[in-house]
C-alpha cells in the first residue's frame, strides 16, 4: 500500500510504469529504471499534508478534507512511529 512504500528500502518499491516499451530487463535494470529519479515524493509532515489538501477538491462536492487530514496525521504517526530503519539514499531529493 501506498503507506508501507514510505517506509520501505527505495529497491523494495518500484515504479513500474517507468519501464521502457520494447526493453529487456535483468533484475538490477529493472531495479534502476525503476528507481531512476527517486520514483516517489518524500513523505510529507502532517502539516505539509494538510497544506497541500487544501489546493485540492473532493468531486462528490462534498468537504471532507477534515476527516482526511485526521486519517493521514493518525496513519502517519502509526508508521514512522513502528519504523525503526528509513533508507531514503539515492532518492534524488536532495536538500530539505
Not at 520501505?8 to 529493472?30: H, I, V
Not at 509532515?45 to 497541500?52: D, I, K, N, T, V
Amino acid at each position: 500500500n501506498a503507506w508501507a512504500s514510505l517506509t520501505k528500502r527505495r529497491e523494495l518499491s518500484l515504479d513500474l510504469g517507468l519501464m521502457r516499451d520494447g526493453e529487456e530487463y535483468d533484475f538490477l535494470s529493472l531495479i534502476f529504471d525503476c528507481i531512476q529519479h527517486g520514483g516517489r515524493r518524500p513523505p510529507l509532515l502532517p502539516s505539509q499534508f494538510a497544506a497541500e489538501l487544501e489546493t485540492k477538491s473532493f468531486t462528490n462536492g462534498k468537504d471532507d478534507k477534515p476527516l482526511v487530514k485526521r486519517l493521514y496525521e493518525a496513519a502517519f504517526e502509526e508508521q514512522f512511529g513502528k519504523a525503526t530503519e528509513l533508507h531514503y539514499n539515492d532518492l534524488g531529493w536532495g536538500d530539505a
